[in-house]
Structure formats: structure tokens, C-alpha cells
DNA sequence: GGCATAAAGTACCAAAATAATCCTAAATTT
DNA sequence: AAATTTAGGATTATTTTGGTACTTTATGCC
């Protein structure tokens, strides 16, 4: 089926939350659960695991909270599916150098898979969470690269 | 991680492994485990359904066994991860109309879900069994549209 | 007709990945 | 010092996947 993970989905949804209420808004994780009905612990976990890939800035204490480290046009949708999901790697070829394959071996496969991998990473890295965010209905990114 | 199933893996070798054999070439589940070395049973499963997929056809009896239903390049891999896998759905947005979704309703990401999920495919679709099957060194699909 | 072969269908069990929650520690403001 | 809010880690429960087994149906051969 090929399906993200919930977390992932619901890290978009979030990230595209605050790239909409304006890119340097600061907001916290019970704010986030309040308005999106998550419940606060996953909030919390996702806003968390987001902060240490690199894609928000944090603050502690009293009046603390997340903002975007950078601007919606400068995250791509690879960078958040890579977050929190690791790094894309299709099959067990399709990661670089060892293929430790149970079956199959020496199929010959890798190229071809690291190749779709590749491909596949370049049409995510397209995106950017200012694509995500735009409520208009033509989006230029998503619409005219279509197939 | 974004990763395919292990028995889409294995689909895919199997059958590339069949393409290469010959594209006319019948075979049987015990043979295609004994080449590759994995499970008889896990063997059975996998070509019982691509051919319930309509990927492989099967001939029952003694001497029978399965062939491939068309030819490799009329054969794509979105093909073959859609019978493995099920139709594709990024996530829940990701789907035709209706929007089931727990939390962040009315997100109005399903477009760009949608846009995305369309474009992954039409990747998928632009490489045929075939491709996958060439041994050269140089694949024309693969390097060619490569980003 | 009866037997051997091979796929089709069904059901089940085990293992792994995922989702969700909880708790304690550290930082920062008031 | 007290309150707040993130950081980090660990745990538990649920779902999905992978793997196996068993029974049935179809086909060819003797
Ligand atoms: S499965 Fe490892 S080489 Fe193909
Ligand atoms: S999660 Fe359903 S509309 Fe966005």
C-alpha cells in the first residue's frame, strides 16, 4: 500500500499548521493539540522528533515553544518524511554499497532499485511545506509538474 | 523508511528472474524456490497472487505451472506493487473523495496528497519489468529521466 | 478410471513494526 | 523558589506483516 506512517502524516499536518499561522510564529505543543483535537503526548513526541532533525527551533521554560528553523520554502517534503520516517530505502538493495539479501542473492537489482529510490526521493525533495501550506487551489509545484 | 514489503521484493525478483529466463518460458513454484533459495511456500504465495493480479498466468496439473501474462515491457513495476502492496495511498487524505480522518479535519491537504501520490506512481509506472530485467550496465529508463 | 502433480483457496500462528502513553530531567521565565 | 515547557528515555498495546500448513480443484498421464 505504500502508506506513511501516522506520525509522519500527522508531522505534516502540523508543520503545515505553523507554516500557515506565519512562518515565525512561536507556538508549544499543547497549543498545537488544542486546535488539531492530537492528543498531547503524540504532539509533544512529533514536535520533538522534528526539533532534533533539524526542522524546528526550540524554547524552553515559561513562554517557550517551537517555531520553523526555516522558511516554509526551504523544507521540502523529503526533509520531513526523512525525519521522521529514516531515510527512504525501498528494499533491502536499494541502500548503497552491502546487500546482506537472504534470498535472491547477487539478483542484480540494486541499480535498478537505487536508481527508483533516487526518483522517488527527487519528486518529495519537489515539495515544500510552502506547497503544503498554500490553500489555493492551483499550486504551481504540484499541478504543473503532474503526471 | 518508506520501504516495500518483503514479498514485494521478493515479487519483483521472481518475476524479473522469469523475464530473464525468457518471456515465454513456463516454470513452477518448487523450481523458482529451488533457484532462489527461499521458501517453497512463500514462493506459492507470491505468484498465487500476481496471477490473481492478472500479472502471471498459471496452468494447473501435471507439467503446469506459470508464465508471465504479457510481455516484460508491458509489465511495470507500479503494476506489480499494486498487486503486492494494494493500490497505492500515501495517506489517508491521499484517497478520492471521502476523508475519514481522525484528527486535523479539514486540513485541506488532500490535493496536494493527492498531486503527490499521483506523481510517486507515474514513477513507478515509467519502469517496466523489463528495465528491471536488463542486465547492461546502462538502463535507458533508470539513467535517462534519473534526477 | 485412477494416480500423480501443481495451482487455488483458506486459515492460522509468530514476529516485527508502529502507535500511543508515561515519567523523570533540564532549562527558562517570573 | 515556583511554574512552565521542552528533552530524553522507557514502556505498553495494537496493528501489520511474514511465514507456514492444510484442504480443494484442475490437469495430464498411465
Ligand atoms: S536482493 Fe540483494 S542483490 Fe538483489
Ligand atoms: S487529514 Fe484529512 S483532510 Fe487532512
Redesign the pocket.
Known amino acids: 500500500?505504500i502508506?506513511?506512517?501516522?506520525?509522519?502524516?500527522?508531522g505534516v499536518g502540523l508543520m503545515t499548521r505553523m507554516a500557515r499561522d506565519g512562518a515565525d510564529e512561536q507556538?508549544?505543543?499543547?497549543?498545537l493539540s488544542g486546535r488539531t483535537g492530537m492528543?498531547?503526548?503524540?504532539v509533544?513526541?512529533i514536535?520533538?522528533l522534528l526539533?532534533?532533525g533539524g526542522l524546528l527551533e526550540?524554547?524552553?521554560?515559561?513562554?517557550?515553544?517551537?517555531t520553523l528553523a526555516r522558511h516554509p520554502r526551504d523544507i521540502s517534503l523529503a526533509d520531513m518524511v526523512g525525519v521522521l520516517?529514516g531515510p527512504m530505502a525501498l528494499t533491502e538493495c536499494a541502500g548503497e554499497g552491502d546487500c546482506k539479501c537472504?534470498y535472491l542473492a547477487d539478483c542484480g537489482l540494486q541499480r535498478q532499485w537505487a536508481g527508483i529510490n533516487r526518483r522517488l526521493q527527487a519528486t518529495l525533495a519537489s515539495v515544500t511545506l510552502a506547497d503544503m501550506a498554500a490553500e489555493t487551489d492551483s499550486c504551481p509545484t504540484l499541478e504543473g509538474k503532474g503526471a
Open positions: 500500500m502508506r506513511l506512517g501516522k506520525l509522519t502524516d500527522y507556538t508549544n505543543a499543547r497549543d492528543p498531547l503526548p503524540t509533544s513526541k514536535l520533538k526539533c532534533q526550540s524554547r524552553r521554560g515559561v513562554g517557550g515553544g517551537y520516517e537472504e
